[in-house]
Every structure is written in structure tokens, then in C-alpha cells.
């Protein structure tokens, strides 16, 4: 029961820290310059770098949940990490390295460091707990967090991650599995070419 009304929580509030409701998570801070830009990390794959490099970062995916917030309806986003690996993705309290498996089915193996201008807007953090935890679900068969969602249509799991949203310069580093989440109304480059860069630090390459 308590584990059910957490879920019923997660589901009609914004912003709620998972390590507020006990959970451990492990340290990871946000980059900024000297010039208080914000930097986070994208991995694309070989055969889009060219087109990245050109054209800058093109937001494909819509905010998607049964209840999308107000100002995040019609909103497409470009996902990044706050950290070149994020220890999370490979050693998880909770999740193994389950991250790692997504992220070899997923994601590029070219790793892009991004620094946006402070005064560009609509930079978040969500919490990729949410998802990790149906995700768990189908593939090996437990939910570590026994948040309470009912992982059989997704609905829920998915309006639980996008009222984990949080604006970067709000975010109080609560989130089990951090993701950057960068929004624009409408499919578009999100992320201009010239604030783009490849990263000198390769994991996978």
C-alpha cells in the first residue's frame, strides 16, 4: 500500500526527488564554465556526426504521457547526460547496469559535449528511474524501486518521468538516474551546431 500511493504521487505532482522518498542515489553535479554556460553530453551515432557538426542537434521526440504539462504540450526534446558515463548506466544500486544495456541498443557511440548560454531556456532534468523501472520490469522480470506503477501500457511509468522534470537551474540533485532533457515547441534544431563539439573523452571509442 505504501508503495501504491507513492506511485499515485508520482503521478499527479511535479518535480518530487526520489531521494526525498528514501531512495540512495549517487553523487553527479552539473557542469557549468567559467562563463556559467551549461554543459552537457550527447552521444549520435558515426554516420549523423557530419550532420550534427552542420546543422546542429534536430529534436525528433515529443514530450510524450497521457497528461502532458501545459508548457510541455507540442514540445520536442533532445535527451543528454550531465556526465561523459554517468556511473549509473554501468553500476546501479538499483539497476545493474541495465543503463549500459540501452544505451549499446540506443545510442551513438560518438559522445558530443554541448555548452548552451545561460540565458537559453527549457533545459531540464528528468529522472530515467522512472523508466528504468518498467524497463527492469520486462527484461528481467523485478521492479527494484517498487514504485507501484502499472508497467502494461506504459502510461504510467511515462507520466511519472515527464512530472520529473525539473529546470536545470531549480534541479537540488535528487534524481536516481539523471537525464538532461533540452525542449523546443515543435520538431526543430534544438541545439544550434556552433554550441556543439566532439567531446575529448571517447568511452566507446
Not at 522518498?21 to 552521444?43: A, L, M, P, S, W
Not at 522512472?130 to 523485478?142: A, S
Not at 540533485?173 to 532533457?181: C, E, F, N, R
Request: glycine share 8%.
Amino acid at each position: 500500500m505504501i508503495k501504491a500511493r507513492l506511485a499515485d504521487e508520482l503521478l499527479l505532482n511535479r518535480g518530487v526527488y526520489l531521494r526525498d522518498k528514501g531512495y540512495k542515489i549517487d553523487h553527479h553535479k552539473i557542469e557549468y564554465t567559467q562563463n556559467r554556460n551549461f554543459v552537457f553530453y550527447h552521444y549520435t551515432r558515426e554516420e549523423r556526426l557530419d550532420q550534427v557538426l552542420n546543422d546542429g542537434l534536430y529534436a525528433y521526440r515529443p514530450v510524450a504521457c497521457p497528461k502532458p504539462p501545459e508548457e510541455f504540450k507540442d514540445c520536442y526534446l533532445v535527451e543528454g547526460f550531465l556526465e561523459p558515463f554517468p556511473r549509473w548506466l554501468k553500476d546501479h544500486i538499483y539497476f545493474g547496469d541495465l543503463g549500459m544495456e540501452l544505451v549499446k541498443q540506443y545510442v551513438g557511440n560518438v559522445l558530443l559535449r554541448i555548452e548552451i548560454p545561460v540565458e537559453f531556456a527549457n533545459d531540464y532534468i528528468a529522472d530515467y528511474a522512472h523508466i528504468l523501472e518498467c524497463k527492469h520490469l520486462g527484461m528481467k522480470g523485478t521492479s527494484p524501486l517498487q514504485l507501484g506503477y502499472d508497467c502494461s501500457t506504459g502510461y504510467e511509468t511515462t507520466q511519472g518521468y515527464v512530472n520529473s522534470y525539473i529546470e536545470v537551474k531549480d534541479y537540488k540533485g535528487g534524481h536516481i538516474a539523471p537525464v538532461v532533457q533540452f525542449l523546443r515547441k515543435h520538431q526543430g534544431v534544438t541545439v544550434p551546431s556552433k554550441y556543439i563539439n566532439i567531446s575529448e573523452i571517447q568511452p566507446f571509442i
